[in-house]
T-cell receptor, first 114, second 115 residues
Framework: NAGVTQTPKFQVLKTGQSMTLQCAQD?????MYWYRQDPGMGLRLIYY???????DKGEVPNGYNVSRLNKREFSLRLESAAPSQTSVYFC?????????????FGSGTRLTVV | AQKITQTQPGMFVQEKEAVTLDCTYD???????LFWYKQPSSGEMIFLIY??????QNATEGRYSLNFQKARKSANLVISASQLGDSAMYFC????????????FGSGTKLNVKP
């Protein structure tokens, strides 16, 4: 099925370790996003990429880096994980049209930093 | 600044009854879209319904309808004939036409449907 694929689904890291969350979409969407979801706080935007070759900071970018590898792929990297980065991470994509169905989300990555 | 407020952290509804989930928003922009997403316990985010700020009619999608009151800046989700499978978290979100790359999400409402 077409959609957004995130890997891994679960990950446990030790403080200070690094890792990359992978995201790929096959809907030919221009824009891709990384969100984190914490209890009671809804979803907060970490970084987004409006088009291939561009990335911009969202609401909570500190401690993260991103790469828009090509139109399909948008990765999120934690260089030195901290317990405060324990969260559920969602990748999403959308077309650039305004009257669209919002985002298509990946299934999420549950990350625990100990 | 843009803000979405969902004041009901949790709600219960009896199966087959209707339920309204509240959402208010704050923006000075005139052109925006309002969305509702469902997040079941499995974790994925599922798009439910969309309302544009210039749409005169309230949006409907099957058992979902959006009660849009622009002057009051509210965009409540109404689920008719609740089903057990409707038990989930529900998020209200807003997207501005002049900055479609930013979604503003509320904190969510946990709906439990009782048999």
């Amino acid at each position: 099925n077409a959609g957004v694929t995130q890997t891994p689904k679960f990950q446990v890291l030790k403080t200070g370790q690094s890792m990359t969350l992978q995201c790929a979409q096959d809907m030919n969407h221009n824009s891709m996003y990384w969100y984190r979801q914490d209890p009671g706080m809804g979803l907060r935007l970490i970084y987004y990429s409006a088009s291939e070759g561009t990335t911009d900071k969202g609401e909570v970018p500190n401690g993260y880096n991103v790469s828009r590898l090509n139109k399909r792929e948008f990765s999120l990297r934690l260089e030195s994980a901290a317990p405060s980065q324990t969260s559920v991470y969602f990748c999403a994509s959308s077309s650039t049209g305004y009257r669209v169905s919002g985002y298509t989300f990946g299934s999420g990555t549950r990350l625990t930093v100990v | 600044a843009q803000k979405i407020t969902q004041t009901q952290p949790g709600m219960f509804v009896q199966e087959k009854e209707a339920v309204t989930l509240d959402c208010t928003y704050d923006t000075s922009d005139q052109s925006y879209g309002l969305f509702w997403y469902k997040q079941p316990s499995s974790g994925e985010m599922i798009f439910l319904i969309y309302q544009g700020s210039y749409d005169e009619q309230n949006a409907t999608e099957g058992r979902y309808s959006l009660n849009f009151q622009k002057a009051r800046k509210s965009a409540n989700l109404v689920i008719s004939a609740s089903q057990l499978g409707d038990s989930a978290m529900y998020f209200c979100a807003m997207r501005l036409e002049n900055n479609f790359n930013k979604f503003y999400f509320g904190s969510g409402t946990k709906l439990n449907v009782k048999p």
